[in-house]
């Protein structure tokens, strides 16, 4: 890699820390007037983290991409930015906050696991041998709040464990090793599962024996909804599995199917769950008086962050100009609704395009990765990230209703921080392989290649035409000869 190539990677990064630098001093300019001296140093140490993260991906993972993690500064930036303004804003208002700077320091721990795992993780295919474990390890992830007294529920959900006065969301870690089994699995038994069964409506589906491992996964995703109460993570890992299943297969048959057992679990969801049937009835109808006035389950939320994106316009009232915090959680679950508030729909279109920028470099890594595993893994967690981002977008704006999911990167909260960055550091951990040019060949070693594949080739005609001649010999021994047998010529080749 010459040195002029990692001059413009660089400045990428460089131009994303500008950028962010000028936008937390113009948003404190409005708000406090000053930054508090704790605050800057943690911006500091942060930005030297990511620095530091870009010089050991120059240095171990040398043809990664290198739009990721610019991204990832921005996107991180943006969310700590709208978390300080609004911490601000209840100090302003008696009710003192300090979430951005726990943002920053989840953050500066995210950054030192990203660069343990950028040098120490070489080859991500060492991930496919604790397939098994990685299972294990997901799902007691994934349902360590049900254990009494370290389970806490909040919000309704139980999806969240207490340790001392800090609590942690166990799922968003458990979805990364549920993808590495997925992975590791589908890429084992692809042949199988790929194998189609009669045809429905021109959809030719797969066969009845092969149909355990998606009802498998259907059970567990609708067994997180009925213990812990939590539609978004459930469908975040029904969904992974059959985008997964999909690209190992390549089979549109597992989508319909896939589409057929979501339909009937959201159906049955709605009629046994009375949390699920309110978000329903909160999306269906979210202007009305009975919802908007309802205590508990009811739009009041939902119309307040659609009120503040109607605020923000097209440019947006501009940072620390705008009012976020009148929507409940606005630092964490409508963070996108602060964001369009203030910095109106082209910073809303701008947040979408830094995640279609991650999500269009891991689908690049995942086709052009020649390992299957590789590419179920890059895949999987691509989709992941976007699942994510379309059922929050897409809830704040009442395409859909709402799942209870974060934006990554950008929502306060620890777990989420801290997984989808390890998410990120792998996805430029595969891209290197992915980027890897191929070992060129010299016509030398082509030619002996060349001359050894024809070697191997004589050797094995002569070995069948011997072959087939003591079998002839054979065949003609048990029967008495009634022909003179020709005769060899003298000096003939055999």
């Not at 995703?221 to 059959?242: C, I, K, N, P």
Request: charged share 15%; proline share 3%.
């Amino acid at each position: 890699m010459t040195v002029r190539m990692r001059l413009k990677q660089i400045s990428l990064l460089l131009l994303a820390m500008a950028i962010s630098a000028i936008g937390f001093f113009q948003m404190f300019r409005r708000t406090t007037g000053d930054a508090s001296t704790t605050f800057l140093v943690l911006l500091l140490v942060v930005g030297a983290l990511f620095v530091l993260l870009w010089a050991l991906i120059a240095r171990y993972q040398p043809y990664a991409s290198q739009a990721i993690l610019p991204c990832v500064l921005l996107l991180s930036a943006i969310g700590t930015m709208m978390i300080a303004r609004i911490d601000n804003a209840n100090t302003a208002l008696g009710k003192p906050s300090d979430v951005a700077t726990r943002q920053l320091v989840w953050l500066a721990t995210a950054l030192v696991l990203s660069c343990v795992l950028i040098v120490c993780l070489r080859d991500y295919r060492v991930l496919r041998r604790f397939s098994y474990v990685s299972m294990v390890v997901g799902i007691g992830l994934l349902l360590s709040p049900m254990i009494p007294g370290l389970g806490k529920e909040i919000g309704g959900a139980r999806i969240w464990i207490g340790i001392g006065s800090h609590s942690l969301q166990p799922g968003e870690f458990a979805k990364l090793f549920l993808a590495f089994f997925f992975a590791s699995y589908l890429f084992d038994h692809r042949d199988q599962l790929a194998v189609g069964g009669s045809k429905f409506l021109g959809v030719r589906l797969p066969r009845i024996r092969d149909l355990g491992p998606i009802i498998v996964v259907w059970v567990a995703s609708m067994g997180v909804l009925v213990l812990q109460h939590d539609l978004g993570t459930s469908l975040m890992f029904f969904a992974m599995f059959v985008s997964m299943l999909y690209v190992a297969t390549g089979r549109r048959s597992w989508i319909f199917l896939g589409a057929v057992f979501f339909i009937i679990g959201a159906f049955l969801a709605t009629l046994v769950f009375s949390h699920v049937d309110a978000r329903i009835d909160a999306w269906l109808h979210p202007f009305s008086d009975a919802e908007y006035n309802k205590t508990y389950g009811g739009s009041g939320q939902l119309v307040r962050g659609v009120f503040g994106l109607a605020t923000g316009g097209l440019l947006g009232t501009g940072l620390g100009q705008g009012h976020p915090w009148f929507t409940p959680l606005a630092n964490s679950d409508f963070i996108y609704s602060s964001v369009g508030e203030e910095l109106g729909l082209v910073g809303l279109l701008t947040v979408l395009m830094l995640y279609l920028i991650i999500i269009a470099s891991g689908m690049i890594t995942a086709m052009k990765v020649k390992d299957g595993f590789g590419k179920l893994l890059a895949s999987g967690l691509v989709f992941t990230m976007a699942f994510q981002v379309f059922t929050v977008v897409g809830g704040i704006t009442l395409v859909i209703p709402l799942t209870g999911l974060t934006m990554p990167f950008m929502a306060a909260g620890g777990s989420s921080l801290v997984a989808n960055s390890i998410l990120a550091s792998l996805l430029i951990v595969i891209s290197n392989q992915a980027n890897k040019p191929e070992p060129e060949v010299s016509s030398d070693t082509f030619q002996y290649e060349a001359l050894a594949a024809l070697r191997d080739h004589e050797i094995r005609t002569r070995q069948e035409a011997k072959d087939a001649e003591s079998g002839a010999s054979t065949n003609t021994s048990q029967f008495p000869q009634t022909t003179e047998q020709p005769r060899t010529v003298k000096g003939e080749a055999r």
